[in-house]
């Protein structure tokens, strides 16, 4: 090659080398923003693995069964439960507490009452430990647990049964879209 080709070869090689890297590395660029994972974020659906842990025994969990799924800011899942997992990308996982004023609330006495045993199903002795219904005025049905039975009344509690608890959580973000 003459010295005046030889020149201009080098640099024209030069310059497609530029233009090549430049490409590559817009190109991953590209890539990296087309690739990131969506993060857990109100109005996102969430797929989640849960394991629920109150005073060291699991209470509840989603292992053997289907993740549960939720959409933040939607009131699904307690707030102290949103709270934690905003921002967690898919695989993540995560162990954290909620306290009972972001869980279940506390115990609110109110909602233990004495009711007369004249009110309650006569198809079935009342027992301490038991579960029944009531209906509120607007026809809400609402859990209650018999606490104590007495002669002529039982005592029965409200209160979501979690009320009052500190709430340990271990959990493993499987879908966020």
């Known amino acids: 090659m003459k010295t005046k080709e030889a020149t201009w070869?080098?640099?024209f090689t030069g310059?497609?080398?530029v233009l090549l890297l430049l490409a590559g590395v817009s190109g991953a660029a590209e890539k990296?923003?087309?690739?990131?994972?969506?993060?857990?974020?109100e109005g996102k659906s969430v797929k989640v693995h849960y394991s629920l842990t109150v005073d060291g025994k699991v209470v509840d969990s989603s292992k053997g069964r289907e993740p549960i799924q939720f959409k933040p800011g939607t009131r699904q899942m307690i707030p102290g439960f949103e709270k934690?997992?905003?921002?967690?990308?898919?695989?993540?996982?995560?162990?954290?507490?909620?306290?009972p004023d972001e869980g279940y609330g506390r115990?609110?006495?109110?909602?233990?009452k004495d009711v007369p045993?004249?009110?309650?199903?006569?198809?079935?002795?009342?027992?301490?430990?038991?579960?029944?219904y009531a209906q509120t005025k607007k026809g809400q049905?609402?859990?209650?647990?018999?606490?104590e039975v007495k002669k002529d009344t039982v005592v029965i509690d409200f209160n979501h049964h979690l009320a009052g608890k500190t709430l340990h959580f271990d959990v493993e973000v499987i879908e966020v879209k």
């Open 107 to 112: 115990v609110n006495l109110k909602l233990k």
């Open 84 to 99: 934690a997992v905003m921002g967690m990308k898919a695989g993540q996982k995560k162990s954290f507490r909620v306290s």
């Open 141 to 147: 049905r609402i859990p209650g647990r018999i606490m």
């Open 15 to 17: 310059f497609l080398l």
């Open 32 to 41: 990296t923003k087309k690739g990131t994972s969506p993060v857990v974020a």
């Open 117 to 132: 045993k004249s009110q309650l199903p006569a198809d079935t002795p009342p027992k301490a430990g038991m579960t029944i």
């Open 9 to 11: 070869y080098v640099a």
